[in-house]
């Protein structure tokens, strides 16, 4: 079954330190997402990439770097994190460019930063 | 620049009763899509539309892209209805992005 697959689930980091969350893709999709979600923002967009090897800046990027290794795979990189950057992260996916290019969630991954 | 505005912020409703959610755009959207997103944090898609109106079961959602707006629909509330609701729009002037709403927190009392 066609999915986003995030990993892990949760993360706790100290602050200055290095977490690497990813994201798996089965959908065969171009675009992939990485968002934020925080109470009283909503979801913001951090980076996203249309393909293997591509970047794009979203919204709110400062502290995050992004790579996209493969289609199936975007993984988000926190070099020094800071407690700013607890939040709960969404991956997604989408077939932008379709009629019907509709966004694909995975479960999310909590990460407090101590 | 393009934004959602989403209402209402929060919403109780009795068990069999119903009500409707609403997104206004501040620009032209190519699509809007709804998501709930339920008490373990997952985002679970609703609807895609790029016009019009689609059901499913008790739920049914418009986008009326020339008048700027979306309705999520939810008739006969259950317990598993609550959650927080969000609608997401793609900017006719740039259709790689999606803007999110900041969401309508739904509670449902037995």
């Known amino acids: 079954e066609a999915a986003v697959t995030q990993s892990p689930r949760n993360k706790v980091t100290v602050t200055g330190g290095n977490v690497t969350l990813s994201c798996r893709q089965t959908?065969?999709?171009?675009?992939m997402y990485w968002y934020r979600q925080d109470t009283g923002h909503g979801l913001r967009l951090i980076h996203y990439?249309?393909?293997?090897?591509?970047?794009q800046i979203g919204d709110v990027p400062d502290g995050y770097k992004a790579t996209r290794t493969t289609q199936e795979d975007f993984f988000l990189l926190l070099e020094l994190a800071s407690p700013s950057q607890t939040s709960l992260y969404f991956c997604?996916?989408?077939?932008?460019?379709?009629?019907?290019?509709?966004?694909?969630f995975g479960s999310g991954t909590r990460l407090l930063v101590i | 620049g393009d934004q959602v505005e989403q209402s209402p912020s929060a919403l109780s409703l009795h068990e069999g009763t119903g009500s409707a959610l609403r997104c206004n755009f501040t620009?032209?959207?190519?699509?809007v899509q709804w998501f709930q997103q339920n008490s373990r944090g997952s985002l679970i898609n609703l609807f895609y539309?790029?016009?019009g109106t689609k059901e499913n079961g008790r739920l049914k959602s418009t986008f009326n892209s020339k008048e700027s707006y979306s309705t999520l629909h939810i008739r006969d509330a259950q317990l598993e209805d609550s959650g927080t609701y969000f609608c997401?729009?793609?900017?006719?002037?740039?259709?790689?992005?999606?803007?999110f709403g900041t969401g309508t927190r739904l509670q449902v009392l037995p």
């Open positions: 620009t032209t959207m190519r699509a």
């Open positions: 539309l790029a016009s």
């Open positions: 997401a729009a793609r900017p006719s002037s740039n259709t790689n992005k999606v803007v």
């Open positions: 997604a996916s989408s077939d932008a460019g379709t009629t019907n290019s509709d966004y694909t």
């Open positions: 990439s249309y393909g293997a090897g591509n970047l």
């Open positions: 959908n065969s999709h171009n675009y």
